[in-house]
């Protein structure tokens, strides 16, 4: 059969209900009824490319799959994984300006720092480069652990291979000392690769960590779920977070009656009260 000349249907409205309530449950990302055709759009490749006959028959073959592949498979289709070096760059300021001198202060001799929602490494990146500008640590033990739930993200993400525009916030003196230029493309040096350490995980798991970061970064990736969803991830951040730990949100988010535990300290930066 030519699997390019399936006509595929409209995603009706009980398929969309179904599909929605699968990613609801799995990650945790709300598709309301405006997002319909978004999410056509998006599986009707696959459909096409496969030879799936309806988006019914495609939901039956996501929930029978006992190897978890065609979830994860749609959890990927459907994840936004937009990011950048640098984003919001005020946070990587307050890391290097607030935090690494005040637990010098206390004595620390390392620190340990979760990017949870790393999308493609821009963001671990960014913070291994912030470590290593800051001379005031380079005899520290530094660890960063970067989780998503897309594993196309991730793979993109270990080869630390970026396009020019994902750049933008680079200064053109730290490209060139942590970049290798490749055609139009940049290569992370090996020194920045080798600090960040990269898993598969999804938010909505309990997370196997305790008590043991000393920052968070959870930056756009709240902004998909909805209000119980948010308030059970902020309990699991929490209990990762140190006692005096900080956790930085994107810019437009807030825990605003929602982050039991974490007290304010300015926009999207809070605390876990000790
Ligand atoms: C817009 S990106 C944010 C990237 C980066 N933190 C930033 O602020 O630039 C959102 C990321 O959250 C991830 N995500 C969504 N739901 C998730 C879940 N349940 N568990 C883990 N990651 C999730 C997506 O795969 C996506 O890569």
């Given amino acids: 059969m030519n699997a390019g000349a399936i ?20 990650c945790g990302i709300k598709l309301g009824p405006e997002k319909k055709a978004l999410l056509q759009s ?12 309806s988006y019914e028959d495609y939901y039956r073959r996501v929930i029978s799959d006992r190897s978890g ?11 936004t994984n937009f990011t950048h070096f640098f984003r919001e760059h005020q946070h990587f300021r307050y890391l290097r300006e607030h935090i690494l001198p005040e637990m010098r202060e206390l004595g620390a001799k ?6 949870a929602g790393c999308a493609t490494g821009e963001e671990p990146y960014s913070i291994a480069i912030t470590l290593l500008e800051s001379p005031g640590v380079m005899d520290w033990r530094k660890e960063i652990l970067a989780s998503d ?6 793979e993109f993400a270990r080869e630390g291979v970026y396009p020019e ?7 053109p003196e730290w490209r060139r000392k942590y970049f290798l230029k490749e055609g139009d493309r940049y290569r992370l040096k090996d020194r ?45 951040l929490l209990q990762a977070l140190k006692p005096g730990g900080y ?28």
């Fill in 149 to 154: 739930v897309s594993t196309q993200a991730l």
């Fill in 165 to 171: 525009e994902r750049l933008k916030g680079v200064p």
């Fill in 7 to 26: 006509a595929i249907p409209e995603i009706s409205e009980s398929e969309f209900r179904k599909l929605s309530a699968l990613i609801y449950e799995r």
């Fill in 247 to 274: 956790l930085f949100v994107g810019h437009a988010e807030s825990l605003l009656r929602l982050g039991d535990g974490f007290r304010y300290v300015k926009p999207s930066i809070y605390r876990r009260e000790t």
């Fill in 42 to 53: 998006r599986l009707s490749k696959v459909l096409r490319k496969e030879g799936i006959p």
């Fill in 69 to 79: 592949r065609e979830l994860i498979r749609l959890i990927d289709l459907i994840t």
């Fill in 110 to 115: 390392g620190i340990y720092i979760w990017s």
């Fill in 192 to 236: 920045v690769r080798r600090m960040v350490e990269f898993r598969r995980f999804n938010l909505l798991s309990p997370p196997p960590w305790r008590g043991c970061f000393d920052v968070i970064f959870c930056r756009n990736v709240m902004i998909y779920f909805d209000q119980p969803t948010k308030r059970r991830v902020l309990g699991s």
